[in-house]
């Protein structure tokens, strides 16, 4: 347990890909729920208002679908953060081993 603490404590292993892998899978829940109560609510109206339930039922996969993409888009630029500063250390790390190895 000292070991996961320790990782969590000392900074050196970013968890912030973890934490947005994590919060798209709860994002593509969220529109997955809201796409069910919308066409829940489409299928019990529908005798009461049916163009504004057959409209719901054919907009509502299409407005999920783009949800959809959108929290993707969303969820992948935060991760280019992250992977850009990874990638950068790593450069780092190579020129300095390649200006030590010219002496």
């Known amino acids: 347990m000292q070991?996961?603490?320790g990782r969590f404590l000392g900074f050196e292993k970013m968890i912030g890909p973890?934490?947005?892998k994590f919060m798209y899978y709860v994002g593509l829940g969220f529109i997955g729920?809201?796409?069910?109560?919308a066409l829940g609510s489409a299928a019990f109206?529908?005798?009461?208002?049916p163009m504004q339930s057959g409209l719901t039922?054919?907009?509502g996969p299409l407005a999920a679908a783009v949800g959809v993409l959108w929290w993707r888009f969303v969820c992948e630029l935060f991760?280019?953060?992250f992977n850009t500063y990874e990638r950068l250390g790593e450069i780092r790390d190579k020129l300095s081993a390649?200006?030590?190895?010219q002496f």
């Open 45 to 49: 109206s529908i005798t009461s208002t």
């Open 57 to 59: 039922i054919v907009i």
């Open 33 to 37: 729920i809201a796409l069910m109560i």
């Open 18 to 20: 973890h934490l947005v």
């Open 98 to 101: 390649q200006q030590y190895s």
């Open 3 to 5: 070991g996961l603490i």
């Open 79 to 81: 991760l280019l953060a």
